[in-house]
């Protein structure tokens, strides 16, 4: 049967499912809209299509690692009870490691990707968006490669609130889980000096000098006092260059050094930073529920 624009129109509108799902649904059922709508449900589309304008900043990040492959990624749930389900935890490990197994590098590059047993991890979200009853998001993800002079250093912290994965070269797993404890802690934005934006550290240039003249300081004390103070300012943006958080006498990479080492790669997941968050209004909630919305 001719499947048409108008046909797929009116299930979408229905449904809440995307355009392509809703044209696959009326090719697989031969146009009946019923049996499409049917369709949809029982694939866990209809209603995950429905939840996808609801906020989902709570979830987890984790690390998987195998040998000189590390994945890194954050999933995000809207609910902080969710997060702890053993399903919802379950999901990630499956995502992890078939994220290991590949070379993606892009979120539809491993949406794409088929999982061993749950169809592609796409598919599997939106059939554990059907049994959770939440909105689900696979919102990032970075897979690090190392080669033999270097080690990984992995850290969660309250039990993957926050995921910390370093690369070190010429030290030990160790010191390379501690620089990870610190990145954890010390929420640094970049590695080192050379890789903050040249927009970034003007910026701040110009807040500080402003400060500066603020204070009555005279042009010339103002520029030197600028300075001084995006010296203070890369210790706490820069990891390498923040002091050791445990022995203050030493930097990051002086730390490193003093072990052989020498910090090359960094990535911080916090779960939901930069995101919109949540604002629960349980006794509306209840309302709906009473009303049947």
């Known amino acids: 049967m001719n499947i048409t624009a108008s046909m797929v129109k009116e299930l979408r509108e229905t449904s809440g499912a995307g355009m392509m799902d809703c044209k696959t649904a009326l090719t697989e059922c031969n146009g009946n809209m019923e049996e499409a709508m049917n369709y949809l449900r029982e694939k866990g589309i209809a209603k995950s299509a429905k939840k996808e304008s609801r906020i989902a900043a709570e979830g987890l990040a984790n690390i998987y690692v195998d040998g000189n492959k590390a994945v890194i990624l954050e999933v995000n749930s809207e609910t902080d009870f969710v997060a702890k389900n053993e399903e919802f935890t379950k999901m990630i490990d499956v995502i992890g490691k078939t994220l290991l197994k590949s070379d993606a590098k892009t979120l539809e590059e491993a949406n794409a990707l088929e999982t061993e047993s749950n169809g592609t991890i796409s598919e599997y979200i939106v059939s554990m968006v059907a049994k959770i009853g939440e909105k689900l998001s696979f919102r990032r993800f970075e897979i690090v490669n190392k080669d033999d002079s270097e080690v990984f250093g992995a850290y969660l912290h309250m039990g993957g609130k926050i995921a910390s994965l370093t690369v070190l ?117 209840v309302m709906n529920q009473v009303k049947g919305n």
């Open 169 to 285: 070269k010429g030290a030990n797993e160790e010191v390379a889980k501690e620089v990870a404890m610190q990145s954890a802690a010390m929420r640094p934005q970049y590695l080192n000096i050379e890789s903050v934006p040249a927009d970034v550290v003007e910026n701040e240039r110009k807040i500080q000098k402003e400060l500066a003249i603020n204070e009555g300081k005279p042009a010339d004390i103002a520029e030197k006092m600028v300075e001084g103070r995006i010296k203070k300012f890369y210790k706490e943006i820069c990891l390498v260059e923040q002091p050791f958080i445990k022995d203050g006498d030493l930097s990051v990479a002086n730390y490193v050094a003093n072990n052989g080492g020498e910090v090359i790669k960094m990535i911080r997941y916090e779960v939901g930073e930069g995101m919109e968050k949540r604002n629960d209004n349980f006794a509306e909630e």
